[in-house]
T-cell receptor, first 115, second 112 residues
Framework: DSGVTQTPKHLITATGQRVTLRCSPR?????VYWYQQSLDQGLQFLIQ???????AKGNILERFSAQQFPDLHSELNLSSLELGDSALYFC??????????????FGEGSRLTVL | GENVEQHPSTLSVQEGDSAVIKCTYS??????FPWYKQELGKRPQLIID?????GEKKDQRIAVTLNKTAKHFSLHITETQPEDSAVYFC???????????FGKGTTLSVSS
């Protein structure tokens, strides 16, 4: 158990709909990262938050947005869903200390299926 | 931004053989190079990492080597076992931050 909690584990929805994925980081971790894993695309970095503020943005579509709340949990919002958005969405957390990169602890992922 | 290339995409070995996976990165400022293992249906987990001030690091049957001049690093697994079968990802940090950019992964199959 990594200590990172993601909900829901599975989600099936239709094209055009909107969903929200939730992540609770490990206790004490201030950074949260979102990654998308599709079959042939590996782990694509979407966005990072640190202590409530956006820190880095990757290949995140304009239809997607995220935020990190004062209690440090994060939500990834996916709207106007398309078939190609079907993927496993991972949240990860880390201790960000002095700018040194370190281990990312991944949650179990949320599998999104868009029909 | 950082670009991480990983080869090969698939690797099949016999139990007891060695396996080597190679990655190249583009950002010369990168200073941290981890390897993650993802078993089928599971989350990625760190198995070994190396920082730019060393050239090699070992942990039992796994080792990572780093060549900063050539901007590449490699994962070496010796005496492979069936439980080593998984997808392995290399990664490097993006710019001066802590977000990791991952390679596309190598599917390692170890047959007994």
């Amino acid at each position: 158990d990594s200590g990172v909690t993601q909900t829901p584990k599975h989600l099936i929805t239709a094209t055009g709909q909107r969903v929200t994925l939730r992540c609770s980081p490990r206790s004490g971790d201030l950074s949260v990262y979102w990654y998308q894993q599709s079959l042939d695309q590996g782990l694509q970095f979407l966005i990072q938050y640190y202590n409530g503020e956006e820190r880095a943005k990757g290949n995140i579509l304009e239809r997607f947005s995220a935020q990190q709340f004062p209690d440090l949990h994060s939500e990834l919002n996916l709207s106007s869903l398309e078939l190609g958005d079907s993927a496993l969405y991972f949240c990860a957390s880390s201790v960000l200390s002095g700018g040194n990169t370190g281990e990312l602890f991944f949650g179990e992922g949320s599998r999104l299926t868009v029909l | 931004g950082e670009n991480v290339e990983q080869h090969p995409s698939t690797l099949s070995v016999q139990e007891g053989d060695s396996a080597v996976i190679k990655c190249t990165y583009s950002d010369s400022a990168s200073n941290y190079f981890p390897w993650y293992k993802q078993e089928l249906g599971k989350r990625p987990q760190l198995i070994i990492d190396i920082r730019s001030n060393v050239g090699e690091k070992k942990d039992q049957r796994i080792a990572v080597t780093l060549n900063k001049t050539a901007k590449h690093f490699s994962l070496h697994i010796t005496e492979t076992q069936p439980e080593d079968s998984a997808v392995y990802f290399c990664a490097a940090p993006r710019g001066a931050g802590t977000a990791l950019i991952f390679g596309k992964g190598t599917t390692l199959s170890v047959s007994s």
